[in-house]
Each structure stands twice: as structure tokens, then as C-alpha cells.
């Protein structure tokens, strides 16, 4: 089943023909110093997905060098709102503002450099699009802060929530702890809340509220 799907993932990336210069290089960026972004075909759906709602204020947790922010952050400036997004690394949090800078998008992309689970409390406004990129292991602590802040009818999109495949297969053991809390942290969205596990990319959870 996973190589299916790993099959079919590639079958789409392989499709996916990128002509944005700056998108392109980020790419090439993230390949030579292994910054994890997310995959095309992931970017691709959360493109498709935040300009067909027409989405205006979003909020990312974990930037890395602006990638993912620079796609939303696009769509967000041309509906006439902006993109709040939130890097703990500083280095990174530094490539992101100059890839935000290219991309002509200083104006509307509020970049934060500090803990997730510490900054998302300091925010005092709502969003309609929220996107979970950051470390695993807080999930539940970053969505139920998100939560709070979303819209009604907002939607939230928790990136690798599938953790490469290691809810279902074998794993390091040295994985067990985050394994056991992304496995109740799906059980908690399927009883509580209006989610949807796609097997899609490493694993995407949509929750509306
Ligand atoms: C998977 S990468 C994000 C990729 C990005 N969303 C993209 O696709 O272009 C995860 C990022 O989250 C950052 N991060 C990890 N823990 C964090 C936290 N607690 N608060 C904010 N950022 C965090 C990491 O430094 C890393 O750059």
C-alpha cells in the first residue's frame, strides 16, 4: 500500500512542470541544503486549495526559508490580506525574509522568529487558513491554539501528519513518543472535530470549523 502511494505521489511530481524562477530556486535550495519543505504535490493542493477558498488571512506554523509561505503568501496579498508565519530557527527565519523580499511580499507577510507554541498564544486576531509545518511532537498543542483562532469555516491543514509512514508500519524506536502522539492526535480530530486524513504527500489532516 505505501509503495503504492509513493508510486502515485511520484507519478505527480513528475508531472508538476514549475516555471516561477524564484519558487524553482528555493527548491534547488532546499534540495542542497536539506531543508524540508513541503513536497510539489503538496504545495500544489495547498495552492489550489487557499485560492479556491480565496483565502486571505493565513497562518503557517514553521516557515523554513519561505517556500510554502511564498506560495500562500501570493494568493493572500492578491486577495487583499496577508500571511503571518511563525520560524523558531533563526537562519532560517532570515533566508525567509529575503525569499519574502524577491517574491515582493514584505507587505503582507508578518514573519515572526520565535517558538510556535509560545507565539500563536500572543496573537490577538483570526485567520481562515491555517497551516501546521513545524515539529511533530506539538501538534496538538499548535492545533489547539490554532483552533481557537480559526474562523468558522476556516480550515486547518497539518502537513506529515502520517509521519512517513510510521503510523502504520514499522519504525526506529527512537520514534516511539512522537509515533504514539500523532496516532492519538488523529483519533482526538476523528471524535472531536470535522477532519479528514488524506494519504496524500507524508499525510494531510484538514480540519473545517
Ligand atoms: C517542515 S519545515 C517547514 C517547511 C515550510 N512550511 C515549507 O514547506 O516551505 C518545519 C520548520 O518548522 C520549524 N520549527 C520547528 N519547531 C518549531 C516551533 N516550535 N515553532 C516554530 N517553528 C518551528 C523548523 O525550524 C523548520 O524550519
Redesign the pocket.
Known sequence: MLDELKNANEYIIDKIVETDSLILEMEAFALEYNV???TKEVAKYLEFLVSSHNFKNIL??????????TIMGKIAKKNGGKLTT????ET?YNQAFENFKKANLLDSVNLILG???EEVKKLNEKFDFIFI???KG?YMEFFNDSFERLEENGIIFIDNIMFRGYLYKEYPKRFKTIVRRLDEFISYLYQNHDFVLLPFGDGIGLVKK
Open positions: 524540508p519543505i513541503v503557517e506554523i514553521g516557515t523554513a526559508i519561505g517556500y510554502s509561505g511563525i520560524e523558531i530557527d532560517r517558538d510556535g507554541v509545518d513545524a515539529s506539538h
